[in-house]
């Protein structure tokens, strides 16, 4: 197979952290696609609980049995993105009706800056339809159970994150 027809997929977002839900998207990306790039976008807006550094490792160290998949961070359009690579099409995760309203417009977006683009929305498997990076985040802050949320080094990543400090624990006299 030659480079230009390698059919190649970018899967954008933010994994601010991945979760099992993005996995199984993944998963099933690579069963459609010869490529997958997930590519963590650096949004300078908008401020994550993890780095764009700390998401890119951490998703190098759950996909990598994955042979064809790439991690990779990127800022810019998505559009322009993803014509760099070659790509045709972008992946985008679905848990819901409501998810989709948005994902449209911005397929329809990404379409019209590069005609050349098309989206493949995936559902997420249904134990995962709950399941989104914020209430992750959230659990996990409050010192909650996200192993069944994460991958395990996610999880321990999190659970890192936030334990205490002694200087948390510590009272003031």
């Given at each position: ?23 199984d ?77 948005a ?41 909650g ?22 200087s ?6």
């Open positions: 197979m030659t480079a230009t027809s390698v059919r190649t997929a970018v899967y954008p977002g933010s994994f601010d952290p991945v979760t099992v839900g993005h996995i998207v993944i998963d099933r990306a690579i069963e459609l696609f010869d490529r997958v790039v997930v590519a963590v976008l650096h949004n300078t807006t908008k401020k994550g609980l993890l780095t764009v550094e700390e998401r890119v490792t951490l998703l190098r160290e759950v996909l990598a049995d994955r042979p064809t998949v790439e991690v990779c961070s990127f800022q810019g359009l998505t559009a322009d993105f993803a014509a760099s690579l070659g790509a045709r099409t972008l992946i985008r995760g679905l848990r819901a009706v409501s998810d989709f309203d994902e449209l417009r911005i397929a329809l977006m990404n379409r019209r800056l590069n005609p050349e683009l098309d989206t493949v929305f995936l559902m997420t498997r249904a134990e995962n339809l709950f399941l989104a990076s914020s209430t992750v985040k959230e659990v996990a802050s409050l010192g159970d996200i192993t069944s949320f994460v991958p395990a080094s996610v999880a321990r990543h999190l659970a890192a994150r936030f334990r205490p400090t002694p948390d624990t510590e009272s003031s006299l």
